[in-house]
């Protein structure tokens, strides 16, 4: 009988991800929405991530931290969207078990990478306008990469420990999660096993490995805020404070809709609320950071425009000197036309 018991236990090997509804009238509307964002997501941060890498005023520590942000949200981006814009299509709604756990990991790994991330570029923002004098000696590029690289290796720790745990309940059934990715809170509630420790394991590494990062954050912006106010000049402070806006807002949207989901009581009324909440900072929140970010920092105007007149040149260049050797060929054809017959004897 326990055998039995079980076999039931572990019969789930797949999962059907209910998404957004079944109406076909807004499948189609759907589609056509979420393809449009995840081409211009994926275009906007790989632009990003080729002017930071291509212009050399753009190799400064802020935009080697907003280069890894940009790989980030793409990749982001890409663990949901096509698997989204297929089940939308198709409507096949069927993940598998250990797709969707591979989903959850990556999910996982890069949104408590993206609070490191975010962190680091506000540390970076606090040495650039409290430590001025410090600031070219502080943030090095060895000091750079051990920042970038240690986000990385915390979210990949986070997420790896919290998946170590789950690979341990069992999935009895049902096997419906009313969400349209693989989250935690879904998952777990789908369990047939206790999930009081993986709730509390949950929480304690959320706790260990995200609330570090935002009181990182939280504490160099009022040092940043309490700097600009002491400055006299009003022009003096717009400079001081333009050069970190982008990044405060970027902060904003990710950490306001992120506590939202996750304090927002899980009733069933507010379940679209929070589908549609988890849809900012999974989806939207990457389309915004290159929007962001281009439209408000002069020095990545500067590049674009720069890259924008060197293609134009580049394409003025390549049709003159077609048109120049159009014209040599056409005179060449003309001369021999004018050449006198050839007389034979």
Known sequence: MADLDRRNQTAVTEFILLGFGDTLDLQILLFLMFLVIYIATVAGNILIIALVVADQHLHTPMYFFLGNLSFLETCYTSTILPRMLTSLLTGDKTISFSGCFTQFYILGSLACTECYLLAAMSYDRYLAICKPLHYSTLTNTRFCLQLAAGSWLNGCLAAAIIILFMSHLTFCGPNE?????????????????????????????????????????????????????????????????????????????????????????????????????????????????????????REVKESLCKAASKCGVHKNMQRLRENNLACGFQSCLGGLSNQPPLQLH
């Open 177 to 297: 999660i009313d969400h349209f990715y693989c989250d935690s809170i879904p998952l777990i509630k789908r369990s047939c096993s206790d999930t009081h420790l993986i709730i509390l394991v949950d929480f304690i590494l959320a706790c260990v490995f995200t609330l570090p990062p935002f009181l990182l954050t939280l504490t160099s912006y009022a040092s940043i805020i309490a700097s600009i106010l002491r400055i006299p000049s009003t022009t003096g402070r717009k400079k001081a404070f333009s050069t970190c806006s982008s990044h405060l807002i970027v902060v904003t949207i990710f950490y306001g809709t992120l506590m939202i989901v996750y304090v927002l009581p899980k009733r069933d009324t507010l379940r679209d609320l929070n589908k549609l909440l988890s849809l900012c900072y999974t989806v939207l929140t990457p389309l915004a950071n290159p929007l962001i970010y281009s439209l408000r920092n």
